[in-house]
């Protein structure tokens, strides 16, 4: 039995009439990566927000390692790291200086607090860049050193806040990477995104928040398996070669006016061949084919009827 780092009953928020989170519940487990995926505007920001005490919810319950975040703040708050959406660092300081302000924030003793600093430079990569300005730094240096800075006096549970957007394909996987080594140290995390593969590459459990409901939760795994399975998508030239190729393709799904054939497959090669020989067998010649694995933008669609990109209009 592992215990729950964070545990979430029916929490509700609201701005004005604007309801935001409309009663959701959600545990997670200690030392696994939880992430919480929605498109911009579903209410990411806010769940962090009062799961790390910055805001008061306006109904349900929420324990963060064992404390109330409403009778407990200050528990919780010695309990977890926060990340925010948006670099959190000083512009003005070094990198370095940024550290030793957190470490000073901390109370960690200058001995402590000199190994603390040096260690995080040294695993972040930025012994280099320790002694220039922070405006100075690309975005991902700002991350890097904004998550360094979150882990100062070793919290158990963190919250990352969208910690890749806007980050380039190579820095996103030293975030990864980073993710990763923390959950080896056994620590918590909770995560927002709007990358359905981010949340694929890290997550143990993946909830789907979609207007103020988790509209699904699971593995990965287990929200791939709740769209369509994997397929071979074949069009034709014409509805007589659509007709002909329906016939002989059985347990097939057609689209008359895509002029598309969706026939379940398990994509592997030796099942092609078997496809694309009854198609010669029959000399019925197919303009596009395409093998189709289901990914979890194809769960994001199911489930909410809309892709996972596409932002919400305010
Ligand atoms: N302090 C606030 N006052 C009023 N509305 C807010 C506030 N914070 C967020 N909202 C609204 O709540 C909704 C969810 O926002 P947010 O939690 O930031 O979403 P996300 O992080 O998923 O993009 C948005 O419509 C946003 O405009
Ligand atoms: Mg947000």
Known sequence: MTSSAIAVSGLRKAFGDKTVLDGIDFDVPAGTVFSLLGPNG????TTVNVLTTLMKPDGGTVRVAGHDIATETKAVRAAIGVTGQ???VDELLTGQENLQLMVDLKRLGSGEGKRVVTELLERFDLVESAR???STYSGGMRRKLDLAMTLVGKPQIIFLDEPTTGLDPRSRRTMWAIVRELLADGVTI???T???EEADQLADRVAVLNQGRLVAQGTPGDLKR???GSHVRLRFASTV???AAARVLTGSTRDDEDLTLRVPSDGATKSLRVLLDRLDEYSIDAEEFSVHTPDLDDVFLALTGHASTEVTAR
Do not use: I
Request: aromatic share 14%.
């Open 241 to 243: 070669e659509l007709d």
């Open 226 to 228: 709740q769209v369509p």
């Open 42 to 45: 579903a209410g990411k920001t």
């Open 86 to 88: 948006f670099a959190a």
């Open 194 to 196: 709007q990358y359905l």
């Open 132 to 134: 220039k300005r922070v």
């Open 190 to 192: 909770f995560l927002t």
